[in-house]
Nanobody
Framework: QVQLVESGGGLVQPGGSLSLSCAAS????????MGWYQQAPGKQRELVAA???????NYADAVKGRFTISRDNAKNMVYLQMNGLKPEDTAVYYC?????????????????WGPGNQVTVSS
């Protein structure tokens, strides 16, 4: 079993900042890619930012230059620093991890999701 626990969401004014955290725990060999996804009401879930185990990053165009993703491999954690927040950033933010699990000779990659963390940007 693998669990992702998120924290750090809340209400912030336009132009403000928030920091999200996600911790992975359970039975797995390693974590390949970790990321954050955004889902607003009536819209599909979309990638915000992702980071590989080696530190390579990828950002959605809408957040590039404002958000920064990072991770701590020793703690199995991923973070999202959000600066210059806009009302259109309002959404539920989900942590995702691509986890390697299984016996030594039958290991495969599995996708796990956190429960979601509400971020609201409003005056």
């Amino acid at each position: 079993q693998v669990q992702l626990v998120e924290s750090g969401g809340g209400l912030v004014q336009p132009g403000g900042s928030l920091s999200l955290s996600c911790a992975a725990s359970g039975s797995f060999s390693s974590i390949n890619t970790m990321g954050w996804y955004q889902q607003a009401p009536g819209k599909q879930r979309e990638l915000v930012a992702a980071i590989t185990s080696g530190g390579s990053t990828n950002y959605a165009d809408a957040v590039k230059g404002r958000f920064t993703i990072s991770r701590d491999n020793a703690k199995n954690m991923v973070y999202l620093q959000m600066n210059g927040l806009k009302p259109e950033d309002t959404a539920v933010y989900y942590c995702n991890a691509l986890v390697v699990r299984g016996a030594y000779n039958v290991r495969r990659e599995y996708s796990y999701w956190g429960p979601g963390n509400q971020v609201t940007v409003s005056s």
